[in-house]
């Protein structure tokens, strides 16, 4: 279980997990996560039309809403392992109003681990796929890990604003999952 988040990050500051039963098989719903958009995001959707002011509210997502909703989070993909897991890993300072993210990121998992300079937070999501009766659980968690004791202390005010957003947008993509899976199924 989460193979891949003990192996990338072991050891974190914050923690946020949920989890949603959907009904289908691993290799159809890890390949409908594949391919969610964020037009099928209920409540990220009205989100972003709220943040995109009038014009958004008039003309609805646009663009946005076309792009592949795990290409569009802020971590991006550093590990696959079909149809089992998907993990996503992030290096960035989170104290400004945008990320700030390091001149030369880790490219792969053996780099991220290994990042330690002072003043920058660690952030690995996974989404981990498993059987179970006749359909597939998915969960989805988010580790944070800061490299120095006063990048904790300055991280632990952004998480606690952004948590409940971010679990929010969590549990929106995992009801998305579900919703798509069952309109596949209805089509076939």
Known sequence: MNELLERVMPEYDYRERHRKWVPAGKVETFE????????????TGLLLRARGGPSAWRHGAGEVGELLVLDSIGPRRLIEDPPREILHADVARYTGARPVRPERAPRDDAEFRSFSEPGW??????????????????STETRVYATDQATRRKFALYWLMIRAGSGL???????????????RGDRT
């Open 169 to 183: 947008i969590r549990r929106d993509m995992l009801a998305a999952l579900s919703r798509r899976v069952r309109t």
């Open 32 to 43: 409908t996560l594949l391919a969610l958009r964020m037009a099928d995001l209920r409540v």
């Open 121 to 138: 937070t660690k952030v690995v999501m996974n989404f981990e796929l498993r059987s179970q009766g006749s359909g597939t659980l998915v």
